[in-house]
């Protein structure tokens, strides 16, 4: 159907959809960061030093073992800038809330598939989606 012959609330309908899908997708991603990873979290005290420990190596290293160590370097300085950038997270949430229910629903999304990505109850609880559905 080409945009000429496409009706105003199919517009609408295809607007909502992109709206609806990007409010999920910001949630799920800032959950995704702030979700706990296995293993021992690493402070950015501890990558500082880590840092300044490659720092010191790459003076006395080889060429190829330099190299090396300062991507490792470049590794662990992302991962302090990383540890530093927080999301947003309120308005992450205020947006899901406000449409996860009808994304949910448009998309036959369970649930059970919500809690199984990882999505607090009392989230869906706010969403509007209640368990069994």
């Known amino acids: 159907m080409s945009e ?3 009706s105003d609330e199919h517009k609408a309908a295809i607007a909502a959809g992109r709206i609806e899908a990007a409010a999920v997708r910001d949630y799920l991603e800032a959950l995704e960061t702030h979700r ?14 880590k840092r300044e420990a490659i720092d010191a190596q790459i003076a006395e290293a080889k060429p190829i073992k330099r190299l090396v160590l300062m991507q490792e370097r470049r590794d662990v300085e992302a991962a302090i800038e990383a540890l530093q ?8 949430e205020e947006g899901f809330v ?5 994304y949910g629903r448009r998309k036959g999304i369970q649930y059970a598939t919500w809690r199984e990505f990882g999505v607090p109850t009392d989230m869906l609880e706010r969403a509007g989606i209640i368990k069994g559905s």
């Open 4 to 6: 000429r012959t496409m």
């Open 36 to 49: 706990p990873k296995p293993g021992r979290r690493q402070s950015t005290e501890s990558l500082s030093a």
């Open 85 to 92: 950038v927080e999301p947003d997270m309120a308005s992450a």
């Open 98 to 102: 406000s449409h996860a229910a009808s």
